[in-house]
């Protein structure tokens, strides 16, 4: 059997070097566990950036991909295919929204609503409605569409020239938003809590006021909740949480438990805004996406996780607090809510180096904003694990590497 280096040196001989992966090699995983090439086994608190929602190898999530795999894995957009309708069927029953469209990921789920809303009000005789507005430090996925309204001038670099009619704003800044909404604005797109921009919170009544935005001015109100959606926050939908509904939302990430899969989920209000021909994805929709989809649902309701997700965010929001109120460990501040949280390191700290210690010590967590460490567990997390994950965080923050001056 090869190890770790004879993996990375083939890995660096034909893989494209867009991503910069720390230097091991995972090879299988159980829950919150997941264990290397080289038999080093690691606490798993990032879950593949919230994409794990029931964790590693449920047994639930692999009999069902198994069982559908040796049935009918793919037919086309041409015909029906029972899946997709049982979970359309699942979502829409759960969320309140009118329609599902189905693609493979985030970013094309966004797209997805970017064409919903221009068609929307080209489809009601308002074609020059297409401006797109979006928010600073947002992050909407690396497709044109999706790349131009993410709020964050690094991931342009480079890469232009990009949609048109797109304006940004500060997030959070409804006074901002105001001013730049108004009869060409085709919609206002947000995600309810920005995640890779550093697990922001919105400040009470933001959303709200968006809706009420959006209403007075005719526009489209879309809800990034790629991340946050399916429990990750407490709540099925973060939408939910804040009391605010949007016209449309866009899942992907946790909803089928690591098997790609992304959601477009509508309002009846918009639900006619893409007719035949308008918009497709060849796998979108797929019997074995939507079977992995059903499973996690069930896991869901058979271990309770959206309310787990409530409670033990709810303990890991004060053990964390605690760690910043100790005042001894180089951090600022908590952020996030439910199981999307983490610890603002202080200015001195290097966060890559932290993240690189953290590894060595097993612990794997992710960085968000650039100088978050980001929590995102499995949803199926106990709160030993948490305890041992915060255990491992407080012994490398109690000696965290430096940044050279
Ligand atoms: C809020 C949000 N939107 C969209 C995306 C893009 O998703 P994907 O990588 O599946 O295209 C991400 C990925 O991190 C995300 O966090």
């Not at 893989?15 to 992966?21: E, R, S, T």
């Not at 489809?123 to 909407?140: C, D, K, L, N």
């Not at 797109?189 to 995640?195: C, G, K, R, S, T």
């Given at each position: ?24 090699v995972?090879e299988?995983?159980e ?11 690691y606490?798993?608190l ?9 964790g ?6 692999a009999?069902?991909?198994?069982a ?6 793919h037919?086309?957009?041409l015909?029906y295919n ?16 009118s329609r599902a469209?189905f ?31 979006s928010?600073?430090?947002?992050f ?14 690094k ?11 797109v304006?940004t704003?500060?997030?959070g ?16 797109i947000v ?7 550093g ?7 933001y959303?709200a ?8 001015s ?5 809800f ?13 939908l ?7 509904r ?6 992907a990430?946790g ?17 006619a805004?893409l007719?035949?021909g308008?918009h497709a994805?060849?796998?979108g ?10 499973a ?22 004060q053990?964390?607090?605690?760690i ?17 949280q983490?610890?603002r390191l202080h200015?001195?700290i290097?966060p890559?180096a ?28 106990s709160?030993s694990?948490l305890?041992?994950g915060?255990?491992i ?7 965290a590497?430096?940044k050279?001056?």
């Amino acid at each position: 059997m090869e190890n770790t280096s004879a993996w990375l040196e083939r890995a660096r001989r034909v893989q494209l070097g867009n991503y910069a992966p720390a230097p091991i090699v995972l090879e299988r995983g159980e829950g919150c566990r997941v264990v290397d090439v080289d038999g080093r086994s690691y606490l798993d608190l990032s879950g593949g950036i919230a994409v794990l929602s029931v964790g590693h190898a449920h047994p639930v999530l692999a009999q069902a991909i198994a069982a559908q795999a040796s049935e009918l894995i793919h037919v086309s957009n041409l015909f029906y295919n029972a899946r997709a309708i049982e979970f359309a069927e699942a979502l829409t029953a759960r969320t309140g929204f009118s329609r599902a469209f189905f693609c493979n990921s985030g970013t094309e789920a966004n797209e997805a609503m970017l064409k919903l809303a221009r068609r929307y009000h080209h489809e009601r005789g308002e074609a020059g409605r297409v401006e797109i507005v979006s928010t600073e430090r947002s992050f909407h996925g690396r497709t044109y569409g999706a790349l131009t309204i993410t709020g964050q001038p690094k991931y342009h670099e480079g890469m232009g020239p990009l949609l048109g009619g797109v304006r940004t704003v500060p997030y959070g800044d409804l006074d901002a938003m105001r001013a730049v909404v108004g009869k060409s604005t085709a919609a206002v797109i947000v995600e309810p809590l920005q995640a890779e921009g550093g697990l922001v919170v919105p400040p009470p009544g933001y959303l709200a006021g968006l809706r009420e935005l959006c209403d007075q001015s005719g526009a489209l109100l879309l809800f990034d909740e790629v991340q946050t959606g399916y429990g990750r926050l407490g709540s099925f939908l973060a939408s939910e949480l804040f009391g605010v509904r949007p016209d449309a939302c866009s899942l992907a990430k946790g909803i089928a438990g690591g098997f790609p899969l992304g959601a477009m989920l509508v309002s009846e209000k918009a639900s006619a805004a893409l007719p035949p021909g308008s918009h497709a994805s060849t796998f979108g929709g797929n019997p074995l996406a939507c079977a992995a989809a059903l499973a996690v649902l069930r896991i869901f309701d058979d271990e309770g996780l959206v309310e787990r997700s409530r409670t033990l965010g709810a303990t890991l929001a004060q053990k964390l607090d605690a760690i910043v109120a100790e005042g001894s460990l180089p951090v600022i501040e908590r952020r996030g809510l439910g199981l999307l949280q983490g610890l603002r390191l202080h200015d001195s700290i290097d966060p890559a180096a932290t993240f690189r210690r953290l590894i060595d010590e097993g612990l794997l967590v992710s960085l968000a904003g650039g100088d978050v460490i980001r929590l995102s567990p499995p949803l199926v997390v106990s709160e030993s694990e948490l305890d041992e994950g915060l255990h491992i965080l407080r012994r490398v923050l109690a000696d965290a590497p430096r940044k050279s001056a």
